[in-house]
T-cell receptor
């Protein structure tokens, strides 16, 4: 089954609220990355967290990683309408070839 | 160019025809990936090139799909005898070693 799985599949909140998305994975990883996709085209890298890190911040983004639970969360604070997009987590597994495995994504809608 | 370039951006073809999709990665990036994304779905890994190593073809869905990377740079994904289920957005990404991926805008393939 899919290495990275995001939860929820869809999230709709009001502008200004915080949005939290979760990602679970199955095998040990070197790092975990979050990407954003607008309009079903190219993805844009948001943040990378290594397996020995527990939390990382970038602007309004906060990512946590719990390797014991094989899970990560992406928090977007003070959401804006422009944050409306799909968000994907991607894991770099230790075993096997170095290729990123993507989850199914969370569709985030920010209502003005 | 500064980013990953893919062509064509849109391709409409008839069932049974062959198609070629091109990806021009960022100069100096050693790794190149092809993913496929069906409407509203996650990214499905197809193939991965890393330097001069043998490509990881484990994601190619059938022997109608093939890809090559010439001179460690430009890559071409070829789909022979296209079927309607091949309709999707084909995304190419490149990276330096195992770092963040830089995606192109994708090639949207429609098989009639």
């Amino acid at each position: 089954s899919q290495q990275g799985e995001e939860d929820p599949q869809a999230l709709s909140i009001q502008e200004g609220e915080n949005a939290t998305m979760n990602c679970s994975y199955k095998t040990s990883i070197n790092n975990l990355q979050w990407y954003r996709q607008n309009s079903g085209r190219g993805l844009v890298h948001l943040i990378l967290i290594r397996s020995n890190e527990r939390e990382k911040h970038s602007g309004r983004l906060r990512v946590t990683l719990d390797t014991s639970k094989k899970s990560s969360s992406l928090l977007i604070t003070a959401s804006r309408a422009a944050d409306t997009a799909s968000y994907f987590c991607a894991t770099d597994p230790i075993q096997g070839a170095q290729k990123l495995v993507f989850g199914q994504g969370t569709r985030l809608t920010i209502n003005p | 160019g500064a980013g990953v370039s893919q062509s064509p951006s849109n391709k409409v073809t008839e069932k049974g025809k062959d198609v070629e999709l091109r990806c021009d990665p960022i100069s100096g990036h050693t790794a190149l990936y092809w993913y496929r994304q069906s409407l509203g779905q996650g990214l499905e890994f197809l193939i991965y090139f890393q330097g001069n190593s043998a490509p990881d073809k484990s994601g190619l869905p059938s022997d109608r799909f093939s890809a090559e990377r010439t001179g460690g740079s430009v890559s071409t994904l070829t789909i022979q005898r296209t079927q309607q289920e091949d309709s999707a957005v084909y995304l190419c990404a490149s990276s330096f070693l195992a770092g963040e991926l830089f995606f192109g805008e994708g090639s949207r393939l429609t098989v009639l």
